[in-house]
């Protein structure tokens, strides 16, 4: 077996006007990040399918296991308050200090694992948006970025 996947590497002003605001959004979501621990502040931005847009930082804590990452922290907002609107694309920057990350910053396992949840749920590829200062990467699918993942098809059912 192999598995392919596309990863597109193009410059910020390439982007769609779409893409290139929701980018924004999430560099800007960089500054309510409550990261002292690790000084790295990542933000993400989601839209969803309806054109809302959910935002959100990561948010560290003392006992760093209860720390929870800017994707996760965008996209449990979105699916408590519109859960039946499925999320389309995704975007996430990340600054060490005061920079923007050079190479675009990618999204831990545990939140990929999160965002297909929502793939297979509603049946709808989230689009990834992975800002760097270099180039922006983009990817069609989180699942593209988590090949043979686990999912509730392998559960036995209710
Ligand atoms: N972090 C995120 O918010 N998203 C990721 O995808 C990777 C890591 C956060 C968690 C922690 O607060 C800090 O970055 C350093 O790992």
């Not at 907002?77 to 975007?91: D, L, M, N």
């Not at 992975?130 to 509730?152: A, H, M, R």
Request: hydrophobic share 40%.
């Amino acid at each position: 077996m192999e598995i392919h996947i596309t990863v597109d590497c193009v410059p910020f002003d390439a982007l769609s006007e779409d893409d290139r605001m929701l980018v924004e959004q999430a560099k800007a979501m960089t500054s309510t990040s409550y990261a002292p621990y690790s000084n790295f502040h990542v933000g993400a931005a989601l839209r969803l399918k309806d054109g809302q847009i959910f935002t959100g930082s990561n948010q560290e804590n003392a006992a760093f296991g209860m720390s929870l990452c800017a994707e996760r922290t965008a996209f449990f907002a979105a699916s408590a308050q519109c859960p039946t609107v499925p999320p389309v694309t995704i975007a996430i920057a990340a600054r060490a200090g005061e920079e923007f990350t050079v190479a675009p910053v990618s999204p831990c396992g545990a939140c990929r694992q999160a965002l297909a949840e929502s793939e297979a749920r509603f049946h709808q590829p989230i689009r990834v948006l992975l800002y760097g200062q270099s180039c922006v990467y983009v990817v069609q699918s989180i699942t593209d970025l988590l090949p043979l993942n686990f999912d509730g098809s392998s559960l036995p059912a209710c």
